[in-house]
């Protein structure tokens, strides 16, 4: 199980760079974080929540199986959009509406580098570009309003002030 960093750790708010090496030690990277994704219930979970700063993450959403994107980029975004609340587990248990793109082309590799193409809408578009915002320094949040911005982030404040840090040691 991998550590979850939270709403103020500053491996958040980096932009992440390439991943240039496909090795067992990715692999491993990859399956930890699957691991650690399903551990927390959630859908998704980027490099930089796990404290890596690399152009990784993974998605698991209901039914399907689940998918590791490295090196992903959005190369195309539907005009139309949809809102649905969001949630993040690098900002536990706080909920905010989110217009984003219904549907998304994106481009990747796997684990072993191999290019790979998805054409996403519903859960899955989301999702990804959710998670491609963490390569980016981007949290849901940031596409809020101000007041709403700082209305999670005192909601956040207020779940989690006993908490501290990190999610899981």
Do not use: W
């Not at 790979?116 to 981007?138: C, P, S």
């Amino acid at each position: 199980m991998l550590d979850i960093y939270t709403l103020g750790d500053e491996v958040l708010r980096k932009e992440c760079s390439e991943v240039k090496v496909f090795d067992s030690a990715l692999k491993m990277l990859a399956d930890a974080m699957i691991e650690t994704l399903r551990d927390a219930d959630g859908v998704g979970l980027a490099g930089p929540q796990v404290g890596v700063s690399e152009k990784i993450f993974v998605v698991e959403i209901p039914d399907n199986d689940p998918i590791v994107f490295i090196n992903p980029e959005i190369i195309q975004t539907s005009i139309e959009t949809s809102p649905y609340e969001e949630g993040c587990l690098s900002i536990p248990g706080v909920y905010f509406n989110v217009i984003r793109p219904s549907a998304v082309t994106v481009q990747a590799q796997d684990v072993t580098g191999k290019p790979f193409t998805i054409e996403a809408t519903g859960l899955l578009a989301r999702v990804i570009q959710h998670e491609n915002d963490h390569l980016h320094g981007k949290l849901y949040v940031d596409h809020l309003s101000e007041k709403d911005r700082e209305k999670a982030i005192k909601e956040y404040e207020r779940k989690n002030r006993h908490h501290g840090g990190r999610r899981r040691k």
